[in-house]
């Protein structure tokens, strides 16, 4: 079920990826190297660092954290995946070691990336219009910032059950039902996550074509 | 003359009969189905011998009593019957993919270990493959062989046998020896008379009806107890002479006996032919044998390996005719199974396991044996004797710790189901002929006879310990099989693993410890939850120092150049054992993996609410100035 579910939503997801790219005239290859070219700029400026200019200090951290977060993100999504889709079973060998090795790292740099980024990505009247007469949000009228906001949002709400799930696991708590049900909560709100990624590359990368910047 | 017309007549007749006889053979009888009374039956019955002849004990030349005649002929359908698991060894329509135990041929004095199956398990060998007879294979094997099949069946005889099937008699399915629960039924007798080849008084030999001497095995082909012409040809003050007397006190008026059986067999008669006794390898310990945890909680071996009238017996995996629930398996009773419509557990009481903290991946990867049967793990290998084949439980056997067959236990190996499950296994040790690339044994008599004298092996200075011989024995003893023309393609020796073949004067070696060892599934004894694999967490198994992934397994051949050779246990799992020692060594940092998810999370929660509060604060106050604003 999951591997079906999976498979349909990636593709989906991609294919709308790239033709949403196509409309922007931007090709994968060029958010590949917009990736790291920014990672062999941010390299360049690492005497920023021992500058005395706190938020150009902070601001370099910004960025090395968003993108080594994405480095370890699109890791674990591979040593994740690449299992359940393509061979049907279970995470288990060689990847799982992969995956087990680089999660701690992802979590530690995901925490601190959410802690730099939730200032600038808390909303504002410049992303939200309010109707003023039923009190409900007015989707219409969310802009890409806004958009970019709220996957923020619920990249930092699914990344909770994500890790609690299968931290859980790891302790003598629950029985075989109950592992399998953390197993679903962990598989399927990290599928949410990846999408939640595919969406947030498209969206930042229709925001500006040069290297890959967060909003701040 | 025969005309046509009457031949028809003859034909059809004999077809009729044949028919007729034949379903009539496959008719349940009186006693094949119960009404459903939970009584145990009384079987007060008078005794046949083999000719359907009813036992007067008063008769001085009274015949042991036939089970065939007395137990069948008109309660239960002994054709059924002697379909069942325990007595069908030489139909090769059943499943023979299972390795099970098998019979092992063991003889020191010529090197032979030989795993040997009716069944013709994969990696097993029939005794015909080596020529054993039914007859040799009964006086070597018969004391735990329950009668029926290879003993009945004529057209499995060895012609050379013919006249001691005629003195023995046929080894006809023995009731008594599951269903009695009599205190005076002596399987040792039972198994003592099989040995002297008294296979028609074994089983009224052992029962409390007669007293019964004599050894049928030292009489002349031409013996004949009705004759006295050959009787009076034996020197009858021998105490060889069979030689049966009633107890006319078993006996009432009528003849008849009081049968102490039941359907439900005691555990202890399934021990007679199933008890194991597990061995420290370094001889100075000597571990009790514990016994299972469903016996302790009074069940019987029958409440899960059951059967019908058919005596098909549930072998608590998932065979042809079963499913997960009506096989019997661990899950049938301890996990609900929705595939199988099982929605109810417990069968038995038997407890729901938590499993808590156990990641799925366990149960599909493991079977649930693995954990919860045999002894505990340990870094060296136990031997394990079982009484088929170090015969337990008759009288004289070798209680030695070290007696041969070499059994090791608890190896924890792939399945054909691709579950890991704890094996027992034994090295084949053989002199083979390599024709045509397959690989048979030499008929064991022929190896007897020509390689044992070559080899001057001396059964008594090498025991407890596997004999091993030089390079340059071996290479002689395939030099000069060369010279018989048995062999016809090219002869081998078969060792710990290896196959052995003369070139250029040299030994040459092909290794496939896999392939040329034999193992077999053992389930029992089983240990309750708390003495289980893991209760001590995951490092009873993913760590450095665990016997489940490190440990190496002694491979014992029968050369002196191999000895020592050992064999990862990884090799059996079909696991990388640098992996796997990669895999252990993670967990050494799993607390700290836990600490630091853990502590991400919880970031990550502090920040989320802050910020959600902040939300709501914010929409509030914009709420109430909009407000505001308006009122004004």
Request: proline share 5%; aromatic share 14%.
């Given at each position: 079920m999951f591997r079906i579910l999976s498979v349909i939503l990636i593709v989906i997801s991609f294919i709308w990826l790239l033709v949403f790219l196509s409309k922007q005239k931007i090709s994968l290859n060029k958010i590949y190297d917009n990736y790291f070219l920014s990672f062999k700029n941010l390299f360049k400026e690492i005497k920023l660092l021992s500058s005395k200019d706190f938020p150009s200090k902070i601001n370099w951290l910004k960025k090395f954290f968003y993108l080594a977060t994405i480095f370890f993100f699109i890791l674990m999504m591979l040593s994740a995946f690449i299992n359940v889709i393509f061979i049907g079973d279970d995470l288990t060998g060689l990847l799982l070691l992969i995956h087990v090795t680089i999660a701690p790292l992802f979590s530690i740099f995901l925490a601190v990336t959410i802690i730099l980024y939730a200032h600038s990505n808390s909303f504002n009247k410049n992303d939200i219009s309010l109707d003023q007469k039923s009190l409900k949000i007015n989707r219409s009228k969310l802009n890409s910032n806004g958009y970019l906001k709220l996957i923020f949002w619920l990249i930092v709400f699914f990344s909770l059950p994500t890790m609690i799930s299968i931290i859980l696991s790891m302790f003598p708590i629950f029985g075989t039902e109950g592992q399998e049900f953390l197993l679903n909560i962990h598989r399927y709100s990290t599928l949410i996550i990846l999408l939640l990624f595919i969406f947030h590359i498209a969206l930042v990368s229709s925001k500006s074509n040069k290297p890959v910047t967060v909003s701040k | 003359m025969i005309t046509n017309k009457s031949s028809k007549y003859i034909l059809t007749l004999l077809l009729f009969s044949v028919s007729f006889s034949y379903i009539i053979s496959q008719e349940y009888k009186v006693g094949d189905k119960g009404d459903g009374s939970k009584f145990n039956h009384i079987h007060l019955l008078k005794l046949y011998d083999y000719n359907g002849n009813t036992i007067d004990p008063?008769?001085?030349f009274a015949q042991p009593f036939s089970t065939r005649k007395t137990c069948a002929t008109e309660c239960h359908s002994y054709e059924k019957i002697s379909k069942g698991f325990h007595f069908n060894f030489h139909d090769t329509t059943l499943e023979s993919s299972t390795q099970t135990e098998p019979w092992i041929y063991t003889d020191p004095t010529t090197l032979s270990v030989i795993p040997l199956s009716y069944r013709k398990n994969k990696g097993s060998f029939s005794p015909d493959d080596v020529k054993l007879s039914p007859m040799d294979f009964l006086f070597r094997f018969g004391p735990y062989y329950a009668g029926g099949d290879i003993s009945e069946e004529d057209s499995l005889q060895y012609p050379e046998n013919y006249f001691r099937w005629m003195v023995s008699g046929k080894l006809e399915i023995?009731?008594?020896?599951?269903h009695s629960k009599s205190p005076n039924y002596d399987r040792a007798e039972y198994a003592a008379n099989i040995r002297k080849k008294n296979f028609k008084w074994a089983a009224t030999a052992s029962s409390k009806f007669a007293e019964f001497k004599g050894?049928?095995?030292?009489?002349?082909?031409?013996?004949?107890?009705?004759?006295f012409t050959t009787i009076q040809s034996i020197d009858q003050r021998a105490p060889i002479v069979p030689n049966l007397k009633y107890k006319k006190t078993e006996f009432d008026s009528e003849n008849k006996v009081y049968f102490n059986i039941t359907k439900k067999i005691p555990n202890e008669n399934c021990y007679y032919c199933h008890s194991t006794k597990i061995v420290s390898p370094n001889k100075s310990i000597r571990l009790e044998n514990e016994e299972d945890v469903h016996i302790k909680a009074g069940l019987l071996c029958v409440d899960c390996h059951s059967n019908e009238i058919d005596h098909n017996?549930?072998?608590g995996r998932l065979t042809k005719g079963f499913n997960t629930a009506s096989a019997k398996t661990c899950e049938s009773c301890h996990i609900k199974n929705e595939e199988d419509n099982n929605q109810l557990t417990g069968k038995f009481g038997a407890p729901v396991p938590e499993h808590a903290g156990i990641p799925p991946v366990h149960f599909e990867k493991l079977a649930c044996t693995v954990c919860h049967s045999g002894n505990l793990l340990s870094k060296e290998t136990n031997f394990v004797k079982t009484s088929r084949n170090h015969?337990?439980?008759?009288?004289?056997?070798?209680?030695?710790?070290?007696?041969?067959?070499?059994i090791q236990t608890n190896i924890l190996s792939e399945s054909s189901s691709e579950k890991i499950e704890p094996r027992n296994l034994i090295w084949p040790s053989f002199w083979a002929d390599n024709y045509e690339n397959k690989i048979s044994p030499l008929p064991v008599k022929f190896v007897e006879k020509t390689i044992r004298p070559m080899l001057g092996l001396d059964s008594l200075t090498n025991f407890g310990k596997w004999p091993s011989v030089s390079d340059s024995l071996v290479i002689f003893v395939l030099d000069s099989l060369k010279n018989f023309k048995i062999v016809k393609g090219i002869p081998v020796f078969v060792s710990g693993g290896k196959i052995f073949t003369v070139k250029n004067k040299r030994l040459k070696s092909a290794n496939n410890p896999l392939e040329l060892s034999y193992s077999w599934k053992k389930a029992h004894n089983v240990r309750p939850a708390s003495q289980a694999l893991g209760v001590n967490g995951c490092t009873d198994c993913h760590s450095l120092s665990s016997p489940f992934f490190n440990g190496n397994i002694n491979i014992e051949s029968s050369l002196i150049s191999q000895s020592g050779i050992t064999i990862s246990k990884n090799e059996f799992q079909d696991n990388s054992k640098l992996y796997q020692s990669f895999f252990s060594f993670t967990f050494f940092f799993r607390p700290w993996l836990k600490f630091i998810i853990i502590l991400s999370a919880f970031i990550i929660f502090i920040v989320f609410t802050g910020y959600i509060f902040q939300g709501f604060k914010s929409i509030s106050h914009s709420v109430f100035i909009n407000k505001s604003k308006k009122e004004n």
């Amino acid at each position: 079920m999951f591997r079906i579910l999976s498979v349909i939503l990636i593709v989906i997801s991609f294919i709308w990826l790239l033709v949403f790219l196509s409309k922007q005239k931007i090709s994968l290859n060029k958010i590949y190297d917009n990736y790291f070219l920014s990672f062999k700029n941010l390299f360049k400026e690492i005497k920023l660092l021992s500058s005395k200019d706190f938020p150009s200090k902070i601001n370099w951290l910004k960025k090395f954290f968003y993108l080594a977060t994405i480095f370890f993100f699109i890791l674990m999504m591979l040593s994740a995946f690449i299992n359940v889709i393509f061979i049907g079973d279970d995470l288990t060998g060689l990847l799982l070691l992969i995956h087990v090795t680089i999660a701690p790292l992802f979590s530690i740099f995901l925490a601190v990336t959410i802690i730099l980024y939730a200032h600038s990505n808390s909303f504002n009247k410049n992303d939200i219009s309010l109707d003023q007469k039923s009190l409900k949000i007015n989707r219409s009228k969310l802009n890409s910032n806004g958009y970019l906001k709220l996957i923020f949002w619920l990249i930092v709400f699914f990344s909770l059950p994500t890790m609690i799930s299968i931290i859980l696991s790891m302790f003598p708590i629950f029985g075989t039902e109950g592992q399998e049900f953390l197993l679903n909560i962990h598989r399927y709100s990290t599928l949410i996550i990846l999408l939640l990624f595919i969406f947030h590359i498209a969206l930042v990368s229709s925001k500006s074509n040069k290297p890959v910047t967060v909003s701040k | 003359m025969i005309t046509n017309k009457s031949s028809k007549y003859i034909l059809t007749l004999l077809l009729f009969s044949v028919s007729f006889s034949y379903i009539i053979s496959q008719e349940y009888k009186v006693g094949d189905k119960g009404d459903g009374s939970k009584f145990n039956h009384i079987h007060l019955l008078k005794l046949y011998d083999y000719n359907g002849n009813t036992i007067d004990p008063a008769d001085p030349f009274a015949q042991p009593f036939s089970t065939r005649k007395t137990c069948a002929t008109e309660c239960h359908s002994y054709e059924k019957i002697s379909k069942g698991f325990h007595f069908n060894f030489h139909d090769t329509t059943l499943e023979s993919s299972t390795q099970t135990e098998p019979w092992i041929y063991t003889d020191p004095t010529t090197l032979s270990v030989i795993p040997l199956s009716y069944r013709k398990n994969k990696g097993s060998f029939s005794p015909d493959d080596v020529k054993l007879s039914p007859m040799d294979f009964l006086f070597r094997f018969g004391p735990y062989y329950a009668g029926g099949d290879i003993s009945e069946e004529d057209s499995l005889q060895y012609p050379e046998n013919y006249f001691r099937w005629m003195v023995s008699g046929k080894l006809e399915i023995n009731c008594l020896l599951c269903h009695s629960k009599s205190p005076n039924y002596d399987r040792a007798e039972y198994a003592a008379n099989i040995r002297k080849k008294n296979f028609k008084w074994a089983a009224t030999a052992s029962s409390k009806f007669a007293e019964f001497k004599g050894n049928a095995s030292r009489m002349p082909d031409n013996y004949d107890p009705y004759n006295f012409t050959t009787i009076q040809s034996i020197d009858q003050r021998a105490p060889i002479v069979p030689n049966l007397k009633y107890k006319k006190t078993e006996f009432d008026s009528e003849n008849k006996v009081y049968f102490n059986i039941t359907k439900k067999i005691p555990n202890e008669n399934c021990y007679y032919c199933h008890s194991t006794k597990i061995v420290s390898p370094n001889k100075s310990i000597r571990l009790e044998n514990e016994e299972d945890v469903h016996i302790k909680a009074g069940l019987l071996c029958v409440d899960c390996h059951s059967n019908e009238i058919d005596h098909n017996m549930n072998k608590g995996r998932l065979t042809k005719g079963f499913n997960t629930a009506s096989a019997k398996t661990c899950e049938s009773c301890h996990i609900k199974n929705e595939e199988d419509n099982n929605q109810l557990t417990g069968k038995f009481g038997a407890p729901v396991p938590e499993h808590a903290g156990i990641p799925p991946v366990h149960f599909e990867k493991l079977a649930c044996t693995v954990c919860h049967s045999g002894n505990l793990l340990s870094k060296e290998t136990n031997f394990v004797k079982t009484s088929r084949n170090h015969f337990l439980g008759m009288h004289g056997t070798n209680k030695a710790p070290d007696v041969f067959p070499h059994i090791q236990t608890n190896i924890l190996s792939e399945s054909s189901s691709e579950k890991i499950e704890p094996r027992n296994l034994i090295w084949p040790s053989f002199w083979a002929d390599n024709y045509e690339n397959k690989i048979s044994p030499l008929p064991v008599k022929f190896v007897e006879k020509t390689i044992r004298p070559m080899l001057g092996l001396d059964s008594l200075t090498n025991f407890g310990k596997w004999p091993s011989v030089s390079d340059s024995l071996v290479i002689f003893v395939l030099d000069s099989l060369k010279n018989f023309k048995i062999v016809k393609g090219i002869p081998v020796f078969v060792s710990g693993g290896k196959i052995f073949t003369v070139k250029n004067k040299r030994l040459k070696s092909a290794n496939n410890p896999l392939e040329l060892s034999y193992s077999w599934k053992k389930a029992h004894n089983v240990r309750p939850a708390s003495q289980a694999l893991g209760v001590n967490g995951c490092t009873d198994c993913h760590s450095l120092s665990s016997p489940f992934f490190n440990g190496n397994i002694n491979i014992e051949s029968s050369l002196i150049s191999q000895s020592g050779i050992t064999i990862s246990k990884n090799e059996f799992q079909d696991n990388s054992k640098l992996y796997q020692s990669f895999f252990s060594f993670t967990f050494f940092f799993r607390p700290w993996l836990k600490f630091i998810i853990i502590l991400s999370a919880f970031i990550i929660f502090i920040v989320f609410t802050g910020y959600i509060f902040q939300g709501f604060k914010s929409i509030s106050h914009s709420v109430f100035i909009n407000k505001s604003k308006k009122e004004n």
